[in-house]
């Protein structure tokens, strides 16, 4: 029992492994059951011993994309900190690092942050407890900012406000990379956020 | 000739009505030529002599959508303004009331806003003029108001920041409708998207 337990998780960790190095490369959509049963040398049907379905699979290597995009958004955190002056001055600072982190993950890990942003769960899935866990412990990076930006606002609005704050972030990351609407190289890019995150910052602090 | 071009004209209107009514029905996706060759009742190939490829009935319907999303959002830029106050009350009002208009384009027009964001054009095609025409029009009810709030921008930098707040917004949209993040009914979202976009605004008249 104990045997065929480690078996399984030996699989587990392989199919993780080998689907991440799909969607890294080529995207979650590129993601074939066949394709890797073959890459990890085991059956087709052992794949759905260990995962439901391929779903699950995506869910599994999103929790260490999720990790990643944390790290280093916390990175960004400190090295705002770090650079040190008055509270406000850093959680503004703070916002902006946050932001183009988010626009670094996105531009070097376009297959993980796709997965991430454009996965849909099949129809009545919702995200397992862990993965909102995760994302709470992102938006914690936001949250401790905006406490010293907006000190009177209740847990639960500065809940809401972190993740209102990430949504326009994303947009401009978003159709930003796309090109959808201007053409600007990444520095560009990079100018045009913190020209809108230092005024929704600023525009927080004085509300 | 005359007569020949009155029907190629014919085609072209009801196979933009066609198109029109899948997209807005079930999304660009759906949009299949032999289908519309059906509800048209015209030969599969006789689609290709008014338009080269599905692409362009996309491009053709989304040129309405956008006109529609103009002119609802020259409304509530005019309503906004119909309230009175000064003109940086004004320019402020309008902002928030051009994103929260953007939030009813696409939650009332679904297909049209996917259309109009999620569809790609065949590699190596550029938009249309027209269609950058169309989009800088649009985003002229954006700059107005910027022109209030920082009467210093120069011409292009005004035009750059309409397109990064316009993706705020889109961020916040997007996200906040397919409930990514969290789950908010539409009044609420409405609420997050004003607060946000109206910090912004401060924050921008501040600086």
């Given at each position: 029992m104990a045997k065929a337990s480690a078996r399984r998780e030996e699989l587990r960790g392989k199919l993780i492994e080998a689907a991440e190095k799909t969607i890294v490369a080529?995207?979650?959509?590129?993601?074939k059951a066949r394709a890797l049963a073959e890459e990890v040398g085991c059956?087709?049907?052992?794949i759905y011993t260990v995962f439901p379905d391929l779903a699950a699979l995506v869910l599994a290597v999103n929790a260490r994309s999720f990790a990643l995009l944390s790290a280093m958004l916390g990175r960004e955190a400190e090295a705002a900190a770090a650079e040190g002056g008055n509270p406000r001055a850093i959680a503004n600072r703070t916002l902006i690092a946050l932001a183009n982190g988010y626009l670094d993950f996105a531009a070097e890990h376009g297959g993980r942050w796709h997965a991430l942003f454009d996965f849909r769960l099949p129809d009545g899935q919702d995200l397992p407890e862990d993965h909102l866990r995760q994302q709470d412990a992102l938006f914690q990076h936001l949250e401790a900012p905006l406490t010293v930006l907006?000190?009177?606002?209740a847990r639960d609005e500065r809940a809401l406000l972190a993740r209102s704050l990430f949504s326009a972030a994303h947009g401009m990351v978003l159709l930003g990379l796309e090109g959808k609407l201007v053409q600007l190289p990444l520095p560009y890019l990079r100018e045009q956020i913190a020209l809108v995150v230092s005024a929704m910052g600023r525009g927080l602090e004085g509300s």
């Open positions: 080529q995207g979650h959509t590129a993601l059956a087709l049907g052992a907006q000190p009177g606002l």
